[in-house]
């Protein structure tokens, strides 16, 4: 489906990364910036997210968005849609008509960045240990259209150049 100007939904890659590009550790995150965090919420009201299970276990009920799609390969016991691959959830994300944030894990985001038209990433000035990494990308590929300078981190977003 759709947008009522009949363009695609945008596919939007969203998160926070320290310098050394770290977004988590175990099953967490290694920093706690409220700000950042409604920045994220405030980004993903009302539309679409895509999400592994591990990191819907994390923010799953926090969630603001109206449809949530968790991409597992296992059967996980959520409150969402479950598909088998990024493809799969793409598909049935696009059927809603609305944004489309990709919210992680590192695979996930791996696996989508190729498809991605934005991405919104709060990159903290401070960095933390952690196992979990944004994946690295191009960034002569990406403008950089809005940018704001918190006490904690810089919230960039960027949108994928024409090719």
């Known amino acids: 489906m759709t947008r009522p100007d009949n363009s695609p939904a945008p596919v939007i890659l969203i ?16 920093w706690e910036i409220p700000e ?3 920045t994220f919420l405030d980004n993903v009201r009302g539309q679409t997210v895509i999400m592994g299970r591990k990191s819907y276990e994390i923010f799953g009920t926090d969630l ?20 088998h691959s990024i493809e799969e959830a793409l598909e049935k994300a696009h059927s809603f008509g609305m944004k489309i944030f990709v919210a992680g894990g590192s695979e ?4 989508a960045l190729p498809l991605a038209n934005w991405i919104y990433l709060s990159e903290i000035k401070k960095d933390y ?8 990308f191009d960034e002569n590929e990406w403008e ?14 960027r949108k994928r150049r024409s090719q």
């Open 36 to 38: 950042d965090y409604q």
């Open 129 to 136: 240990e952690g196992d979990r990494y944004f994946p690295e």
């Open 15 to 30: 998160g926070a990364m320290t310098p050394s590009r770290v977004i988590g550790i175990g099953d967490g995150m290694p």
């Open 64 to 83: 603001t968005s109206v449809h949530n799609i968790v991409v597992s390969r296992g059967e996980p016991n959520v409150n969402a849609i479950v598909t």
């Open 144 to 157: 950089i259209v809005r940018e704001i300078d918190h006490a904690e981190f810089i919230y960039r977003e």
């Open 108 to 111: 996930i985001y791996e696996l």
